[in-house]
């Protein structure tokens, strides 16, 4: 990975995360795509420590770095919805969002494995619509979660 895109993969995600809650919120605007260069140091600095802690889980073994990304998986949801919030504080947040929800989660994001099946069956077309479909699901899932803890 470029430095390039480690740069600009924080923006992009906390904007999507910021854009995709806004949609389940029915405030969606396009600008809210690039949200995360408003805080720019905040999602560079969360999606440097999330890819670090989940490579240092990982590199411990395999199954328990595959949990600890589902404990942090809604760290940039977090950031998007309170800018306020350091990298640490919402990798925090996030794991203590998921304690109880990893399950859940797990189950929400099986759910959508026919439908790559079929997206991979028509060359990657039909991930036009089920990727922003995933994105809502997993916004849909933080608004849950949230409301929960």
Aim: charged fraction near 10%.
């Amino acid at each position: 990975m470029t430095i390039f895109s480690w740069i600009f993969s924080g923006p992009m995600t906390v904007g999507l995360a910021a854009f995709f809650i806004c949609v389940i919120d029915d405030q969606a605007r396009f600008s809210q795509m690039f949200y995360g260069f408003n805080c720019f140091g905040k999602s560079v600095g969360a999606y440097f420590m999330y890819n670090l802690f989940i490579l240092l889980w990982t590199l411990l073994l395999i199954i328990p770095g595959i949990i600890k990304s589902y404990s942090y998986a809604m760290t940039f949801y977090i950031i998007a919805d309170d800018p306020e919030t350091g990298p640490i504080q919402a990798i925090t947040r996030s794991r203590a969002m998921m304690a109880g929800n990893k399950w859940k989660y797990f189950r929400l994001q099986w759910r959508f494995f026919g439908w790559v099946l079929l997206c991979l069956l028509t060359l990657g077309i039909g991930f036009i619509w089920l990727g922003p479909y995933m994105s809502t699901s997993m916004a849909a899932f933080y608004r849950d979660v949230e409301a929960g803890a």
